[in-house]
């Protein structure tokens, strides 16, 4: 009997325990159903709302397209008002004038010319106030240009009297003058290393040029003996080999047989595009064109004098002359148009000797291509005091004109030949 009883007890306790577990299990579920139903709605009023506020946008969107249109719309027709009212403010002399044409043919002859009078006069009235109106608008604009163009001048010739005052040449009212004092304003540049010196000396014997430089090595002085018979010392500067060029050449082409012969000796200078420049002040490329005739009709009048070499050597030396300056200035575009017509790694050297300042650094590659130009023999002596050595090189094969340069530190002077 207890056995059962304890039995029955025991079953209760565990009817009343899963009764409690699956009370629990059922709240559970509710819960997590209830739970479900919440996030399902914030879900659905998230998206709601972001439905409501994108379609809100487009329509604040659409409102400001219209508000746009209609604005442009009104701006529109006020500028075709203007525009009418404009054109109608402007025909009215016309329109007044057709008008008169069309009345009808009682008026009398008058009373036509009377109202044809009137309509001319509100025809030249609006004409000249048209022509004020614009005059009003484009007097400031000019003024302004004018003003402007005027400081830029002031300004530009300030900065030229800064750094052009010292040898600016001064322009003269014709052309000729013109190129002289640029010329002349040349020559002053390299008046600073000896100012007093000429530019070609007259003939120096072989004596005064070992005097000069220096030379003490007799095998030195027999080989220089062997070739030279004296010399003319050359102005030291940089413009020493073209300056010994221009003198050696023009002295070779004055010793030809004929006018005809001497005219045919110069013709290349007839066809040069002539070009000089300089780092001291500013030249205008196109002043020193169309002056060969200057210089070739110089040339010819020196000819036909009794000692035309000495005068070529007064001409040179004549330092308010061009003759000088233009010589130095045809040796300088020869050798750049040469150089010019080499590879293009000599392009910088050609446009860099056209400089009346620079000097020519490796003047051997340009002897070979001037005995071919200019037909003529070029003998270079390159002096090493140093070592007392005379090296002698030769240009060219045309042997019956010749050139003797002497070099040493890189200067030249002009060689007088066994043969001059």
């Known amino acids: 009997m207890i056995n059962e ?9 565990i009817a009343f325990f899963i009764a409690i577990i699956i009370k629990y299990a059922i709240d559970s579920y509710m819960m997590e159903q209830e739970s479900s139903k ?6 659905f009023n998230t998206n709601e709302l972001q439905k409501r506020q994108n379609l809100k946008e487009i329509q604040q969107e659409q409102e400001l397209i219209q508000e746009n249109t209609i604005q442009n719309e009104e701006d529109c027709n006020d500028n075709q008002q203007k525009t009418i009212f404009s054109l109608n403010k402007i025909s009215t002399p016309i329109s007044n004038l057709n008008q008169s044409n069309q009345e009808q043919p009682n008026f009398d002859k008058n009373s036509k010319q009377e109202k044809q009078i009137v309509n001319k006069k509100s025809e030249k009235f609006l004409i000249e106030d048209i022509q004020i109106q614009t005059t009003q608008f484009r007097k400031p604009f000019e003024n302004q240009i004018q003003n402007e163009n005027y400081q830029l001048f002031i300004q530009s010739q300030e900065e030229s009297k800064l750094v052009l005052n010292p040898i600016m040449p001064k322009l003269a009212k014709n052309q000729q003058d013109d190129v002289r004092n640029w010329i002349l304003s040349l020559y002053n540049i390299h008046d600073n290393y000896n100012p007093d010196d000429v530019f070609i000396s007259q003939i120096l014997n072989q004596n005064q040029i070992e005097k000069e430089l220096g030379v003490n090595n007799q095998r030195f002085s027999m080989k220089l003996r062997e070739n030279l018979i004296g010399y003319r010392k050359v102005k030291q500067d940089p413009n020493s080999l073209f300056a010994a060029l221009s003198f050696s050449f023009l002295e070779n082409a004055l010793k030809s047989p004929n006018l005809n012969q001497l ?4 013709s290349w200078i007839k066809t040069m595009n002539l070009v000089i420049k300089s780092r001291s002040f500013l030249i205008d490329e196109k002043m020193f064109q169309n002056h060969q005739v200057y210089f070739l009709q110089k040339l010819l009048e020196i000819y036909q004098t009794e000692y035309p070499i000495t005068q070529l050597e007064l001409l040179m030396n004549d330092r308010q002359s061009q003759f000088y300056g233009l010589s130095i200035i045809y040796f300088r575009n020869l050798i750049s148009l040469l150089l010019n017509n080499q590879a ?18 490796d003047a051997n ?13 070029i003998h270079e002596y390159s002096i090493n005091k140093l070592k ?9 094969q045309d042997d019956d004109r010749q050139i003797h340069l002497l070099c040493s530190d890189e200067h030249y002077d002009i060689g007088i030949g066994m043969n001059d």
């Open 344 to 361: 293009p790694s000599e392009h910088q050297e050609a446009e860099e000797i056209l400089y009346w300042e620079s000097d020519l650094s």
């Open 365 to 377: 590659k340009i002897f070979e291509l001037l005995a071919d130009r200019l037909r003529i023999q």
């Open 388 to 396: 007392g050595q005379v090296e002698i090189k030769i240009y060219g």
């Open 263 to 266: 005219e045919n000796e110069m």
């Open 5 to 13: 009883i304890l039995s029955m007890i025991v079953l209760v306790i």
């Open 38 to 43: 919440d996030q399902t709605y914030k879900i």
